[in-house]
């Protein structure tokens, strides 16, 4: 499967509401009048792309519109895909690295739910299959099936893994994973943390001392701290960003489910709302479905007409 395929079989049930709809609204209208208009604007909030991405991809259809540039529902969905390329693409980057090309550590922190500690698994998946050496972190040991869900993963990408007793110190953890994957000379340290609300103080507390003693041994790290968020609750993920965002110092966005909803278009809320870069997107349950987050295809498939090949 190619790597547009992945996108396009993920993003598959947003395409097809998002088709229909705007099929429906147009279907045997000859003049496109102001609630014309509004019915489209609603189905693009109600795909959660947000207000304000909605309002300029709405804006460029009118205007368009007057010129006398559009002429059904496939000329407007090619006008919201370019749109949304080019509201997603400023934001674009890869994925930070060490800048002496030595061990590149990268904190995974999200609320409980978000998917986080799947997607460090599965982006050991990605790092190993190009090649690169991974080192896994079980520093949520608040949650023993974390640290066993964490394990299957080391096994699964033939990667180590650094663990301890349920409830154990989690900076502790995470100083002898920055040792152990430093001796192991490994590309990359996932740290998968607790899971936490931006208003549990003790959590907060606990990733600022991890990071503490994550710097005495690596001065430079984290290269990367990844916000996982759960795309597939909408609007309310924005909401869920915004307060943790701020507090982690989260660097980029991972979203995760994308797959799971009709109302796949939160990417463009998301970063409409940050202007935090989205590395990667989950796009379904197997291991290969966290990819590289790409405007492209992302549009492209989202503004496809939901059909697969």
Same mark, same amino acid.
């Given at each position: 499967?190619?790597?547009?395929?992945?996108?396009?079989?993920?993003?598959?049930?947003?395409?097809?509401?998002?088709?229909?709809?705007?099929?429906?609204?147009?279907?045997?209208?000859?003049?496109?009048?102001?609630?014309?208009?509004?019915?489209?604007?609603?189905?693009?909030?109600?795909? $959660?792309?947000?207000?304000?991405?909605?309002?300029?991809?709405?804006?460029?259809?009118?205007?368009?519109?007057?010129?006398?540039?559009?002429?059904?529902? $496939?000329?407007?969905?090619?006008?919201?895909?370019?749109?949304?390329?080019?509201?997603?693409?400023?934001?674009?980057?890869?994925?930070?690295?060490?800048? $002496?090309?030595?061990?590149?550590?990268?904190?995974?922190?999200?609320?409980?739910?978000?998917?986080?500690?799947?997607?460090?698994?599965?982006?050991?998946?990605?790092?190993?299959?190009?090649?690169?050496?991974?080192?896994?972190?079980?520093?949520?040991?608040?949650?023993?099936?974390?640290?066993?869900?964490?394990?299957?993963?080391?096994?699964?990408?033939?990667?180590?893994?650094?663990?301890?007793?349920?409830?154990?110190?989690?900076?502790?953890?995470?100083?002898?994973?920055?040792?152990?994957?430093?001796?192991?000379?490994?590309?990359?340290?996932?740290?998968?943390?607790?899971?936490?609300?931006?208003?549990?103080?003790?959590?907060?507390?606990?990733?600022?001392?991890?990071?503490?003693?994550?710097?005495?041994?690596?001065?430079?790290?984290?290269?990367?701290?990844?916000?996982?968020?759960?795309?597939?609750?909408?609007?309310?993920?924005?909401?869920?960003?915004?307060?943790?965002?701020?507090?982690?110092?989260?660097?980029?966005?991972?979203?995760?489910?994308?797959?799971?909803?009709?109302?796949?278009?939160?990417?463009?809320?998301?970063?409409?709302?940050?202007?935090?870069?989205?590395?990667?997107?989950?796009?379904?349950?197997?291991?290969?479905?966290?990819?590289?987050?790409?405007?492209?295809?992302?549009?492209?498939?989202?503004?496809?007409?939901?059909?697969?090949?």
């Amino acid at each position: 499967m190619s790597l547009f395929d992945t996108f396009k079989r993920g993003l598959q049930k947003t395409a097809t509401a998002l088709s229909r709809s705007v099929t429906g609204i147009f279907t045997e209208v000859r003049t496109w009048d102001d609630e014309t208009f509004k019915k489209l604007e609603d189905e693009l909030i109600s795909a $959660d792309f947000g207000v304000s991405a909605t309002k300029k991809i709405m804006a460029d259809i009118r205007d368009r519109y007057q010129r006398g540039l559009l002429n059904g529902s $496939d000329d407007i969905l090619a006008v919201a895909r370019d749109d949304m390329v080019a509201m997603l693409k400023p934001g674009m980057r890869k994925l930070a690295q060490a800048p $002496d090309g030595s061990l590149t550590v990268i904190l995974m922190v999200g609320v409980n739910g978000s998917g986080k500690t799947t997607t460090a698994g599965k982006l050991a998946f990605l790092l190993t299959k190009q090649g690169k050496k991974v080192t896994l972190a079980a520093c949520d040991t608040f949650r023993a099936a974390a640290v066993e869900q964490l394990r299957l993963w080391g096994e699964r990408t033939n990667s180590q893994v650094i663990a301890s007793r349920h409830g154990a110190d989690a900076a502790a953890v995470a100083y002898d994973a920055v040792s152990a994957a430093t001796a192991r000379s490994s590309d990359y340290l996932i740290i998968d943390t607790a899971g936490r609300q931006h208003n549990q103080k003790a959590l907060m507390d606990e990733l600022a001392k991890m990071l503490r003693i994550i710097r005495k041994l690596k001065p430079d790290a984290p290269h990367e701290t990844l916000l996982t968020i759960d795309a597939s609750i909408g609007a309310n993920a924005i909401a869920q960003a915004r307060e943790f965002a701020a507090l982690s110092g989260a660097s980029a966005l991972v979203l995760t489910k994308l797959d799971g909803t009709g109302k796949g278009g939160a990417a463009a809320a998301i970063q409409e709302e940050f202007r935090l870069p989205i590395l990667f997107v989950g796009l379904g349950e197997a291991p290969e479905d966290l990819q590289e987050f790409s405007p492209e295809h992302y549009a492209e498939a989202i503004f496809s007409g939901g059909q697969p090949e």
